[in-house]
């Protein structure tokens, strides 16, 4: 979006149904980690379908000034030449992270078994999200991060020369305080053990092997013991990117709530540990086809046909949380349009990110009619409200929150305001564009900039 373009944004409902094949950028999650494990690899990887959103952008300039060449070639796809395990020099500069918690953080373990100083920065919203969670269990290792109160960026980072390998019980589900103790252990003598009592998006054990390094997972209680032999030797490999699940919940939903839409969406990533919010909506009574399923670069794909459906309220169980912990701004708002009350449990890690996301996704939907309650960590949503939309909902740098409350105000009775759909950019580029081309009304509203 350039920068003439205000801020604020205002979505009502299409005077036709949304219609139209379409895809979706490639995964936030999957792109991050394809950079920065090619930039630990020897020779050049070629990443077909990375994620162009600023979170993703931040990773590569980060790897750039680590000493990986990475760049863009003329047909869109990436080149990443890395410089192989232990080979990362500190930058010159400050890294500068953006919005991205995921960079941040699975930075961090890239950092911390590296001979190098580096300081990290991000946004004010980065800025207030929790770091501790991975900078203790880092510091076994041998790495020294000092950082600003509370545990949060800035933080300087002196990098273990001779790193120890890690031993780890995450006390969150967190894929990306896993993801970051195995990139350390990437570069720590022996076997570095994670356990997650959860199941978390399983991303980065995935790429792992496919560079080559030997990772064991097995059955750990309900959750899992992932172990890596430390100091492989990670070879590049191509990548494909499948498209964002995550991204693609937002026309998914929207197709869903606008009275006789039907729409396509090709190549969307169905990785198991990633398709929570498709299992609830067709619970909910969901028109959802997955057809063509097959794998692109060690990843489960398929095409979905949405067609529009009358939802009925849920009740989602806690332990399916990490499998759509995205997804749960978008989920409110199609529990908000559907019939009967929903529960939306276990909710707590919606509080550390980019935005308090339990908090603001409440006000998303008060300010627009809907009745819902938190209880300690679940969200109640009372599908009944007469009239929905009308309200304007401050996004708080949240690029979710901002894409939930414009598929609100497709479906709602009135028109539904944001005030800044400027982060929008940070997950799903052209969003705007790809949502108008289906049919949504998305106007921006230049008097309210
Ligand atoms: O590992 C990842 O790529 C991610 C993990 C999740 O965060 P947590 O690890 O904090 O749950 C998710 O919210 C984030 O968008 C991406
Ligand atoms: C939480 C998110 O991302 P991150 O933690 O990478 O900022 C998200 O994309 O919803």
Request: with cysteine; net charge negative.
């Amino acid at each position: 979006m350039s920068s003439e373009t205000p801020h604020a944004h205002r979505s009502h409902r299409p005077a036709t149904p949304l219609s139209g094949s379409i895809t979706v950028p490639g995964d936030k999650s999957i792109s991050h980690r394809a950079l920065m494990f090619a930039g630990l690899a020897i020779g050049e990887t070629r990443i077909t379908g990375l994620l162009e959103g600023e979170d993703v952008l931040r990773t590569a300039a980060a790897m750039r000034a680590l000493g990986a060449a990475v760049r863009r070639d003329s047909d869109g796809a990436w080149l990443v030449a890395g410089t192989g395990i232990g080979g990362l020099h500190s930058p010159d500069d400050v890294l500068d992270m953006g919005n991205s918690g995921t960079a941040a953080r699975l930075l961090c373990g890239v950092l911390a078994s590296h001979d190098i100083f580096a300081v990290m920065t991000g946004d004010a919203s980065l800025r207030r999200r929790p770091m501790r969670r991975v900078i203790d269990p880092l510091a076994a290792c041998g790495a020294v991060f000092a950082a600003r109160e509370g545990g949060r960026l800035p933080l300087a980072v002196t990098g273990a020369a001779d790193a120890r390998p890690l031993s780890y019980r995450l006390p969150v589900a967190s894929a990306q305080v896993k993801s970051a103790l195995l990139l350390a252990g990437l570069n720590a003598r022996g076997i570095t053990e994670v356990e997650e009592p959860e199941p978390t998006r399983d991303h980065s054990e995935n790429m792992l092997r496919h560079f080559g390094a030997v990772v064991s997972v097995v059955p750990h209680g309900a959750g899992k013991l992932i172990r890596l032999q430390g100091q492989p030797e990670l070879i590049a490999a191509d990548i494909i990117v499948p498209g964002d699940p995550s991204s693609a919940a937002f026309p998914i939903v929207a197709a869903l709530l606008v009275p006789g839409s039907r729409i396509t969406i090709a190549g969307v990533g169905l990785n198991p540990l990633r398709t929570g919010l498709f299992t609830t909506l067709l619970e909910m009574g969901a028109d959802i086809t997955i057809t063509n399923k097959r794998e692109a670069g060690g990843e489960p794909v398929g095409d979905l046909v949405v067609v529009a459906s009358s939802l009925r309220g849920i009740d989602v169980p806690a332990a399916r949380a990490p499998s759509m912990i995205d997804e749960y701004p978008i989920l409110a708002v199609a529990c908000a349009l559907a019939r009967g009350p929903s529960r939306l449990r276990g909710l707590g890690e919606l509080r550390v990110k980019e935005s308090d996301r339990l908090a603001a996704t409440l006000a998303m939907l008060r300010v627009n009619g809907a009745h819902v309650e938190v209880e300690g960590d679940d969200m109640i949503i009372d599908g009944g409200a007469n009239r929905l939309g009308g309200g304007t909902v401050l996004t708080q740098m949240d690029h979710r929150l901002a894409m939930s409350a414009l598929v609100l105000g497709m479906a709602a009775d009135a028109p539904v305001m944001i005030d800044d759909a400027r982060f929008i950019d940070t997950s799903f580029p052209g969003f705007m564009g790809l949502m108008r081309g289906l049919g949504a009304a998305i106007e921006a509203e230049p008097e309210a900039a």
